[in-house]
């Protein structure tokens, strides 16, 4: 077996492959501005000669759907067994394969129906426990959002983990087709990849947010590396479109209350959801939009995803999702509509009125 570490590093993915004997089997890679499927694309090729173990860390939390996709064995490197991350960047890929090789069973293996954070329920439950004052100050205060007011038949459909240069397109094909505004949560990575993806995406009318540069897991991050990754992004961002994002996604949804907190005071205005249909764990096309429209409410937010492994389910799930809900009498809307200084008076009076 041969061991492969997979970080990243500034604007560049980053590859290391040991042998048995902590041996190069090729000279440690950085991929300058490429998409992860020419990550994906070198890691077959040396599948093919030998069985690899690809080992990542919680930083680089979008590249697992990818390999596990495509058949990697994917195992995850925790604190507890891995040295301190660079500056700006996951662990070392050398230091990733070498933990590997010699702690190989003492890393968690990454269940392709639970992602990155495989293992981690009951740390991402206590984390979600600890925001849940905060988080409620924020949405009285206009600063968080997981759905709109009730009263009004608008619904926002968001897509995270892109720009992809396949999914995303066809994708923006069909919302053009049903002349519909999404809002697309962009990660720094990927989009320094392929910026006229980007592009198009604000060109056709629609709205940019910010989903960090490497989909982390926030509350393992400090105050400095949080804040490092949105700005990143949003230079990134705002080099392509013109505008700065003011509308952040969490990767995984991932927050504590000092996350909260640090964003706000960053002048960011978080972006949940309360729709979700699990489409990264590909249930199917007709589970995805029955799941979406099963659930979906005046006000929703609609989480789906347009990168981070083969959203081809997601987008053959769009039309009927589209046509029903807006048989249903629904309107979409980018999710600034949502959180409009009109809007906002009502929930904070409401929010008054309940107490």
């Known amino acids: 077996m041969w061991y492969a570490g997979v970080g990243w590093d500034g604007g560049a993915y980053e590859l290391a492959v040991l042998d048995p004997a902590g041996a190069h089997v090729v000279a440690p890679l950085r991929l300058e501005t ?43 490197a925790d604190g507890d067994v891995a040295p301190p991350r660079r500056a700006f960047g996951s662990l070392d890929p050398v230091v990733l394969a070498e933990r590997g090789r010699t702690r190989g069973s003492s890393l968690t293996r990454i269940a392709p129906d639970s992602g990155t954070l495989t293992g981690l329920d009951r740390r991402i439950e206590d984390d979600l426990d600890s925001a849940a004052l905060v988080e409620a100050e924020q949405v009285a205060s206009g600063r968080c959002l997981a759905h709109g007011r009730r009263v009004r038949p608008k619904v926002a459909l968001t897509f995270d983990d892109g720009p992809d240069p396949d999914h995303t397109p066809r994708l923006l094909d069909l919302l053009r087709h049903y002349h519909v505004p999404a809002t697309f949560f962009c990660l720094g990575l990927h989009a320094a990849a392929h910026p006229h993806v980007v592009a198009r995406i604000a060109e056709e009318g629609h709205s940019v947010g910010n989903h960090t540069w490497s989909h982390p897991y926030l509350p393992d991050l400090t105050r400095q590396e949080v804040l490092a990754q949105v700005d990143r992004t949003a230079e990134v961002l705002a080099g392509i479109t013109g505008e700065v994002p003011t509308l952040f996604r969490p990767p995984f949804g991932g927050r504590n209350a000092d996350v909260l907190t640090w964003l706000a005071e960053h002048g960011q205005t978080t972006v949940l ?83």
């Open 34 to 76: 490429v998409g992860v499927r020419d990550v994906v694309a070198r890691l077959l090729r040396l599948a093919e000669r030998e069985p690899l173990m690809c080992v990542i860390d919680n930083t680089n939390g979008v590249v697992d759907g990818h390999l596990t996709a495509a058949g990697l064995d994917v195992y995850r």
């Open 273 to 355: 959801w309360d729709v979700e249909a699990a489409d990264w764990a590909l249930p199917g096309a007709s589970a995805i939009a029955h799941q979406v429209i099963g659930d979906t409410d005046f006000g929703s937010v609609v989480l789906l995803h347009d990168g981070g492994g083969d959203r081809s389910q997601t987008i053959e799930a769009i039309p009927l999702i589209l046509e029903t809900l807006m048989v249903s009498g629904c309107r979409f809307v980018p999710v600034e509509d949502l959180i409009d200084a009109d809007e906002q008076k009502e929930r904070v009076a409401s929010s008054w009125t309940s107490a």
